[in-house]
Each structure stands twice: as C-alpha cells, then as structure tokens.
C-alpha cells in the first residue's frame, strides 16, 4: 500500500507539471527515477516481498544499484532507437520529404477533386471527411494534411454553401483516428500488443475504423447542418487581421508525383502475409524504397546538388522525431517501469479483481482518463506513452486479448484531442481560416465524442 501511495503522489505531481506546459519527457523521466528509487527504498525496508525490479527483462547488472537506474534508460532507449524509433522517423522523414517536393499537395488536390461533382452541400461535408481520413493514411501529420485541404477542400465546401465555421471544423477531425502503418502511435500500439504493424492496421484498425468514421461522417451531417442553420451568418464570420490566405504549392511538381506519397502503403499491402506472403515487407524498409525512388525521380528532373539539399529534410526530420517522440516513449515506459517496481499495478490488479469489474470497464476508465487528458493538454502522446506499456499486463490478468484495452486507449487520443483549443491541428485551422478555437471546438465536440462512443463500442463488440 505504500508503494500505491507513493506511485499516487508522484503520478499526481506528474500531472501537474505537465499541466504547467513543462517537456514532457523530463517530466516522465523525473518521475519514473523517483519511482525507481522509491522502489529501492522499499526494498531495502522489507516492503516489498518480490524484491526491486528496475531493470527490463534479459538485461544484467552493472553491480551498482545506482547505475542500475540509468542502465534501464539505456536499455530502453537502444531497444526503441532500433524498431518502433526507426519506423517512425522513417514514416516522418518521408511525409515530410513529399511534402517538400510537392507530391503530397497533389495528392490532396487529386483526392478532393471527385467532391466538385456533387451538388448537396452537407452530403459533400459528409464524403469529405471520408476522403480525408483516406488522405491521413499518407499524410500522417494532423496539421500539415489540415494546411493542404485548408487549399484544396476548404474553398470547395464554403462554395457549395457549407459555412466557413462547418468546414474548417471538419478539416481539423479528417485525421482524428491515428492509423495505419504510417502512424507513429498506431505502430507502437502494434509493437506493445506483439504483432506487426499491417496485422494491427487490417485486422484489428480498419473494422473497427471503417465504422466510426462512417459514425463520424454522419454526425458531421447532421450537426453542422443543425448548428449552421442555428447560427446563420455568424456561421461564416472570419477576423480578416488573423486569417491567412494559403495557395497550393506542389513545387511545380509533374502531376504523376501525386503518386508518390502512396507508394509506401500500396507496398506494404502487397508484400506482407495477407497478398503475396513469400514477401514481408516491414514500414522503415518501405519508407526507405519509396524514398529511393523518390530521390531518382527528383535527380531526373533537378540538378543533383539541389535535390541532395532538399533530400536531407528526410534525416532531418528523423533527427527532429527522436528528440520528440522516440524520447518521449522512452520517458513513459521508465515511468511505467516505476509503476510496476513499486508494486502499484500488481496492487491495482488485485483491487480490480476483487470489485469484479469486466474488463470492458477498465476499458472505459483509461479511455476516459486518456480522452480528458488529451482535452486538457492538447496531446495525448504523453498520457498514451506512459500507460500503454502496462495494458498486456492488465489484459493477461483479466484474460482478456489486449488490444481489447490498448486499440481503444490509443484511437481515444487523436478524437479527444480535436475538441481541444491548444492542439496544434486546431490552432493552424484557426489562423489559417481566421475563426476562434473556441468556435470550432464547439462544432467538433458531438462528432469526436460520438465518434469515441462509436469506436469503443464496436471494439466492445468485436473482440
């Protein structure tokens, strides 16, 4: 009990700092050293009957309790630099390098262009999230595939009489539901539950993310029209000093290049168990062929030192996404590490058990507690990294699968944070269209708390 205790205070503090907007990862890092320490403590107390086990499985001691503290980071760290990390500064790298050449401009515009042959304003609102969740699947940044529909889809929408309010509120939820093999959250997600990435995308991802976003897309119908038709004028109201007026800009790229940024996806689908199976095809190797073919085209047409300028954004980018993110899901599993040390999760366990609570209700709690941390701070990164890696645990004690607990955990936190007026995505369609925050929360509120409703309970139903 005094581990919880403990485990309670410093997960308290925790949430506060992080609530000061203070970096996350030290943050995680502070605390889970705290915890690792206080398990040592109890140790040396007698309190803890299985003993301190601050280090991950298979890794030896230094000898000294006090390195064993920073052996763990540096077990973790190499073990995540080396999979989940590579896959995802790989993913990032060539998002941003197709969008420092062009190609994924294009392809927006492509992808937006079959909307103009409809007439009904709201049916048209309705089909363009759905084309824009299909866009997210390989443009996996929420505010930069926001900036190019903002150029592409936005104008088309307010012309055929949607408001500028209903518009650029579904703009910011078309990348609410983080999946498929690009998504740097989904293939840690993949990683936690012990599969790869494209068995989690096709076989457990897409049902459950097929219908909610149909779930989403009606609601966006049906809400924006109610509040549109509610809020008459003020519905297209725009601060003209705030607002700003975008173009498209695909580099003068030739238009087969819209191709481009789907070519890692189209690979992965191919080449794995599913299609042909002689093949395995994993994302970093994916992203690095598609970057290949990429980079030869682009030398084709350039000159090659402008090209190899151009290409280094791809490392850049890598570099950028180890210093964000992969530190970030390192600081959250040493703070998971922590929890357990202390004995706090084993404690919680038996706790659960005891009250006889299905597992499906500690599905909604972590849902809960991950949506309203996502809401409060504008990301749900932090809260999803540090307590995902203790989802196989609560999942084998309960018997039950684990993504049963853990897919819902991690879909919650793109829905959550879009109702969010701090989140980035939210924040550049605000200055781009010239509309409060506060305005567009308000019209992505009943699609995204909808929408979770939607996702849970399919989950539910499906496993």
Not at 367 to 387: D, Q
Request: glycine share 8%.
């Amino acid at each position: 009990m005094i581990g919880v205790l403990i485990s309670l205070a410093v997960t308290v503090l925790v949430v506060w700092i992080l609530l000061k907007k203070m970096k996350a990862q030290f943050v995680l890092f502070f605390g889970g050293l705290v915890l690792l320490v206080s398990a040592l403590a109890m140790d040396a107390l007698g309190l803890l009957p299985n003993g301190a086990q601050i280090l991950p499985k298979g890794v030896s001691s230094t000898g000294f309790v006090g390195f064993d503290l920073f052996k763990c980071i540096t077990s973790l760290m190499s073990s995540r630099v080396a999979g989940i990390g590579l896959l995802i500064m790989a993913a990032s790298g060539y998002s941003t390098y197709m969008a420092k050449i062009g190609a994924s401009a294009l392809m927006a515009d492509y992808i937006s262009r079959p909307l103009r042959v409809f007439k009904s304003p709201y049916l048209v609102l309705a089909l363009s999230y759905v084309v824009g969740a299909v866009a997210d699947l390989f443009i996996p940044s929420a505010s930069g595939l926001s900036m190019l529909l903002m150029v592409t889809m936005y104008p088309v929408l307010v012309r055929l009489g949607v408001s500028r309010l209903s518009a650029a509120a579904l703009i910011i939820t078309v990348s609410c539901l983080d999946m498929g093999p690009t998504s740097g959250a989904a293939n840690y997600a993949a990683q936690v539950a012990g599969m790869d990435t494209m068995t989690y995308f096709i076989e457990y991802q897409l049902p459950v993310g097929l219908v909610t976003t149909i779930a989403v897309a009606v609601l966006h119908y049906f809400s924006q029209k109610y509040f549109d038709a509610k809020d008459g004028e003020k519905a297209n109201e725009i601060d003209e000093t705030v607002a700003k007026q975008n173009d498209l800009d695909s580099k003068g790229a030739p238009a087969w290049y819209g191709f481009l940024p789907m070519l890692p996806l189209i690979m992965l689908f191919v080449f794995n168990r599913f299609v042909i199976s002689s093949i395995k095809l994993d994302v970093p190797t994916a992203m690095f062929i598609s970057f290949t073919v990429a980079l030869i085209c682009e030398l084709i047409r350039k000159p090659a030192k402008e090209v190899l300028t151009t290409a280094m954004d791809f490392f850049n980018t890598m570099g950028r996404q180890f210093a964000t993110v992969i530190t970030l899901i390192v600081a959250g599993e040493l703070f998971a590490k922590g929890l357990i040390a202390t004995g706090t999760i084993d404690y919680l366990i038996d706790v659960t058990k005891n009250m006889g609570l299905p597992a499906y209700a500690i599905m909604i709690v972590v849902v809960t507690f991950i949506s309203i941390a996502s809401v409060v701070m504008g990301s749900g990164n932090a809260p999803f990294y540090a307590f995902s890696p203790l989802m196989p645990d609560f999942a084998q004690q309960f018997g039950v699968s684990t993504i049963l607990l853990l897919m819902p955990m991690q879909l919650s936190t793109g829905m959550a944070r879009n109702m969010s007026p701090i989140t980035a995505v939210v924040v550049a369609v605000a200055g781009c269209s010239g509309i409060s925050p506060f305005a567009l929360i308000r019209r992505t509120a009943i699609p995204m708390i909808g929408g979770l409703i939607v996702m849970v309970v399919t989950t539910i139903l499906l496993n």
